[in-house]
Structures are given as structure tokens and as C-alpha cells.
């Protein structure tokens, strides 16, 4: 449900409803890759604005329970730490399935992170203390076990379940098969930002509709799948990032170096 105002006051996101107020408004494909791209507090604050408020069901710290939103209707309000802790998580979580898909082994430091982010492992300490000695296969199942238990999680949180709902005022009188999560209306459907979120997530890793940026390392979705050994940048660092990284290996070439580093042959 979009507020009719969203204001700030110190860490917490305020939205402003009134008692008859839901409005709906429409998930754009790159809904994910918008809200991976909020680089400033501003942004954040226009996001929900036309969004809404987050709603995700828990704090990532599993330590602190319970985060739905905090206070009273018509003045709830929700943390922008939060929202950046969901945009790491989120980036961190595609980029694992990056490597994955693409044959690459996941690196200790970004199942470190990923712990980081929420202060829990979903690996047994055992297998993160002697990562570097596993084989790949044995590496690619764990970071894959990794993903499966942060996604199945976040269905679960969010409550996401298949329904039909039935438009009223179409006149061809059909329905329609949607995911609705605990927070949507069992007649109109509708969801909390955070359900169209995590069915894009699920959606980018299932398939090929996600990249990593060579430059910041942040996911996007690229307007066509990049081919792999190959450079690609998003929205954000651009043309820009890819001119720099091409004088830079315009000039290792004029040193006989190659563009990884090292001389050629």
C-alpha cells in the first residue's frame, strides 16, 4: 500500500496513511534492480515513496525479533539501516548465484559477508574454517545450500503462497494465477514491497535476468545476458567505468603487460 507522505526523522522512514487510504500501484520488472541501486538516503525516501514501506517480517539481526513496522497506523515508521542491510544481503545473495551459474567457485570472503550481514552462519563453522581445502564440488553444493536456506527463508517470512483472484470490474470475468505474501488482501491480491522483492530474487537466480557489475560489484539486470570473460558495468558506473577500464588496458597493452596483469607472451 503506497502512503500518501513519507517523511524522515533521524534512521526510521515514517509513512503517513489515511484511514481510507489503499492505493496500489503496479511492480515494474526491474523493481529489484531499482531498489539494489538506492545509493543515497534521498533515493530510499523517493523509492518508498512510490513503493511503499519495505515490510520485511524480521530483522536481519535474528537477535532482535520481530521488524514489522514499528508504531501505530497512520504514522508507522521503518529504519534505512534496515533497507541497506536487505540491499547487501540481496546483492551478496546474487552474487553467489553469479559464480554458481557460471561455473565459478564462491569465495570464502562472500559467504563472509553474507553472515556478516545477518550476525549467523547458515554454514556449519566446521565447513567455513576449512573452506579453502574443499573441493569444488563440495564447495559449489555448500554455497548453493547457503543460497537455497536464505531463500527459502525469505518465502517463508513473507509468507508468499500461489492464489487465484478474480478481477471485478473485467468484463471477460477470468482469473488470474499470482503470489500473494501474509500481508495481501485475499480478494484484490496486492503485496508488501518486500513479497514483489523476493519473487524477483527468486525469479533472477532461477534465471539469467541478473549480472554483476565489474566495476562497484553490485547485481543489476542487464538489458541482455553478458557474455562470459567479458567486462560488463551497471546503470550506475556505465559508460564511464567501461572507458576507464579500457584506457587502462589500452595502456597495459603499450607495456606489454596483459589486461589481468603480468606480460604477455
Known amino acids: 500500500m503506497v502512503p500518501q507522505q513519507v517523511d524522515v526523522s533521524g534512521d526510521f522512514l515514517r509513512f503517513h496513511y489515511s484511514a481510507s487510504d489503499l492505493t496500489l500501484t503496479a511492480v515494474p520488472d526491474a523493481l529489484l534492480e531499482r ?6 538516503d534521498d533515493a530510499i525516501v523517493k523509492f518508498a515513496r512510490r513503493y511503499g514501506p519495505l515490510q520485511a517480517p524480521r530483522r536481519l539481526d535474528r ?11 497512520p504514522h508507522p515508521s521503518e529504519r534505512i539501516s534496515e533497507w541497506r542491510r536487505y540491499q547487501q544481503l540481496f546483492s551478496r545473495l546474487l552474487g553467489v548465484a553469479a559464480n554458481l551459474r557460471d561455473g565459478r567457485r564462491v569465495s570464502s570472503d562472500a559467504l563472509t559477508h553474507i ?3 545477518v550476525n549467523a552462519n547458515a554454514l556449519p563453522a566446521e565447513v567455513v574454517e576449512r573452506w579453502e581445502r574443499l573441493g569444488d564440488r563440495e564447495a559449489r553444493d555448500a554455497a548453493a545450500a547457503v543460497l537455497l536456506s536464505w531463500t527459502q527463508t525469505f518465502v ?3 509468507g508468499l503462497v500461489p492464489a487465484l483472484v478474480f478481477d471485478w470490474s473485467d468484463s471477460r470475468s477470468r482469473f488470474d494465477l499470482v503470489f500473494q505474501d501474509s500481508v495481501a488482501n485475499r480478494s484484490w491480491g496486492g503485496m508488501a514491497l518486500f513479497g514483489a522483492l523476493v519473487i524477483q530474487l527468486l525469479s533472477a537466480i532461477a534465471g539469467t535476468g541478473f549480472a554483476v557489475c565489474s566495476a562497484c560489484g553490485a ?13 560488463h558495468y551497471c546503470s550506475d558506473c556505465g559508460r564511464s567505468a567501461a572507458l576507464r577500464d579500457a584506457k587502462a588496458a589500452y595502456r597495459a597493452r603499450l607495456r606489454g603487460e596483459s589486461p589481468i596483469g603480468g606480460r604477455s607472451k
Not at 531498489?35 to 543515497?40: N, S, V
Not at 537477535?63 to 497506523?73: A, F, I, K, M, Q
Not at 547485481?219 to 567486462?231: E, G, I, K, M, T
Request: glycine share 6%; no cysteine.
Open 35 to 40: 531498489f539494489l541501486l538506492l545509493r543515497t
Open 63 to 73: 537477535r532482535s525479533g520481530d521488524h514489522r513496522l514499528h508504531g501505530t497506523e
Open 115 to 117: 553472515a556478516d550481514i
Open 156 to 158: 517463508r517470512w513473507s
Open 219 to 231: 547485481a543489476y539486470v542487464p538489458s541482455r545476458r553478458p557474455r562470459q570473460n567479458q567486462r
